[in-house]
């Protein structure tokens, strides 16, 4: 099964937890056993797995990836101005791929699955496919 | 279904868009909604998605790697000389996986699929699985 | 198919290679086509893939992730001292889709699968499904 989700970003950099919504996904499939990609369609976001309990660990991730990467020093800057947030996109991957089992996903218990925008604000597409 | 692409690149550094080649497995699997897999069994290439239609995003990935991750330092350059090859290409991953719909693949406008060739020029064996 | 490993780790940081126990799932899974996702339900650890032969390959990887992102400067680390360890988990990833075909994983001569551990020492669970 495979199901579309749509997150507004409010900032140039923005890190949205989507686990509840990947979830219902899960759900609504019935499926008991396999396996739920996680894919968003763009080329300055990504997809991240990591801890949200405590959101710093987002703003964290986004300051190492922009000591890392800074801004306005790259090729694509004299076309589009967003280099850095391709490069950083491409690192993050645009994808995860999450178990089910049971129905349900198998995250651990400090895991959330995060949309990180790069080049926001945007409205972002996340597919879900589960199979 | 599962296929073997083939690519040969021509320099130490190479971004190769390869999703003219992955759409084409995609067609002839006749797969209406599912997932395909795109791998490289190399440790010292990778698969990225992001954008080629400005092909200096490449270039500017590579460039934010060899800063990143510079040549000549590493303990396997002992062994090997191609130490910083292994560490960039494990950061970015063998694989990628991508949702099929509608029998096609699900890439946004500005996502191409890119081998990234680290260690070359060499020929380099791609795998595209489609379930 | 669906199996659980379990790896313990000695040193806060540590790169166990599990490329034979996720074999053996695969090969009791029977499956002659397909996919096999390893998955690491930790927010502080990561699944790689690169080689081991030369295990230096490992301590190098930990050495550039060090050098990227130090420890002890981010906001995390005033409410649990491990902020480096998740921005690395989630740079690195939880999770790697490798093919199967004729019953086997289709890894390179030099590919490894590889669990990084970037906050032991633990016991680390590590989630195989072959599908």
Redesign the interface.
């Known amino acids: 099964m495979?199901r579309e989700l749509s997150v507004s970003t409010s900032g140039t950099y923005e890190v949205v937890e989507i686990t509840r919504q990947v979830a219902a996904v899960v759900a609504e499939s019935e499926l008991d056993?396999?396996?739920c990609?996680v894919?968003?369609?763009?080329?300055?976001a990504a997809i991240?797995?990591?801890?949200n309990a405590?959101p710093?660990?987002g703003?964290?991730?986004l300051?190492?990836l922009d000591k890392?990467?800074p801004e306005g020093i790259?090729?694509?800057d004299?076309?589009?101005g967003n280099?850095a947030a391709?490069?950083k996109?491409?690192?993050?991957?645009?994808?995860?791929?999450?178990?089910v089992?049971h129905g349900q996903l198998?995250?651990?218990t400090?895991?959330a699955i995060m949309l990180v925008d790069l080049d926001g604000p945007r409205r972002r597409?996340i597919?879900v496919?589960v199979?």
């Open positions: 495979r056993e396999g396996l990609s894919y968003v369609p763009h080329a300055t991240v797995i990591n801890e405590d710093n660990i703003d964290d991730l300051a190492a890392t990467i790259w090729r694509h004299r076309i589009d280099g391709h490069i996109a491409a690192i993050l991957g645009p994808g995860e791929v999450i178990p089992d198998v995250l651990g400090w895991q597409r597919v496919t199979r």
